[in-house]
């Protein structure tokens, strides 16, 4: 069984989400748009709208046509997933080019799929966002940031010379015609908590706050999402803030 709850805010310095969220059916989605005029929100919305479609409509139609061609050699789950992503970032590309007030648009995605009625879980990443497993009282991060600082680091002389850069994206939906990104499966155990997360939490809270956090009001999901964002805001609130929590139980 899977139980679920999500939140996104504004923070405190911004004067639009750009952030979007998506839980239902076992699918959970955390964007996080960038852009001037709005770009951002309209990034981000129609990257969700592109990833849960296709997924909805992949789960309803065995015989749907795929897009991108279908690779034996992954699990099925695996094959949905990766084609939403590459239809979301065409959709999100082709709209950037579209019209100037949408130029150099895009998101960071964070997407998990809970298969039905087994303990697996299908995710992927764009970006900064990010995933984390909660188990036993440990958290760990499934993603790895796509950003410069990554990309840089271990080729730099010192972390001042990777700091002026560090969260620079290295990749993000839309933003290219393609995008490359990595595919992941994860075997759930009972009482496993998963945390996707926009890197407005991330960067006001520490990995241990959040399990603090998380730990504490693991009985009530939502509860646990508004006092993430709460505790966001406490510390700055300097971006967007989106969390989704999702708990399976055997």
């Not at 959709?91 to 007030?101: C, I, L, P, Q, T």
Request: hydrophobic content about 40%; aromatic content about 6%; proline content about 3%.
């Amino acid at each position: 069984m899977v139980s679920f709850a999500g939140h996104t805010d504004i923070g405190r310095r911004r004067p639009l989400n750009e952030d979007s969220i998506y839980a239902e059916d076992g699918v959970f989605l955390v964007c996080d748009g960038m852009g001037g005029h709005k770009a951002g929100e309209v990034a981000s919305k129609l990257a969700v709208e592109a990833i849960a479609g296709f997924l909805r409509r992949s789960a309803e139609d065995p015989e749907m046509t795929w897009p991108y061609g279908y690779d034996p050699g992954l699990p099925h789950d695996a094959n949905r997933l990766s084609t939403a992503i590459k239809l979301a970032n065409r959709v999100v590309f082709r709209k950037s080019v579209s019209e100037d007030d949408y130029t150099g648009m895009g998101t960071t995605v964070v997407a998990a799929m809970v298969a039905p009625g087994r303990p697996h879980m299908t995710y992927a990443h764009v970006g900064d966002s990010r995933i984390y497993r909660i188990q036993s009282g440990a958290m760990l991060q499934l993603t790895r940031d796509d950003t410069w600082a990554n990309l840089q680091l271990a080729h730099a002389d010192d972390d001042e010379a990777v700091a002026p850069m560090r969260n620079v994206l290295t990749k993000a939906l839309g933003a290219r015609e393609e995008v490359d990104f990595s595919l992941n499966g994860l075997a759930l155990a009972d009482g496993d908590l998963i945390l996707l997360c926009s890197d407005g939490l991330t960067n006001m809270l520490s990995d241990a706050r959040i399990l603090e956090t998380v730990t504490r009001d693991s009985g009530d999901l939502d509860a646990a999402c508004r006092h993430l964002t709460f505790s966001a805001n406490e510390e700055g609130g300097r971006d967007n803030i989106s969390v989704v929590l999702v708990r399976y139980t055997a």
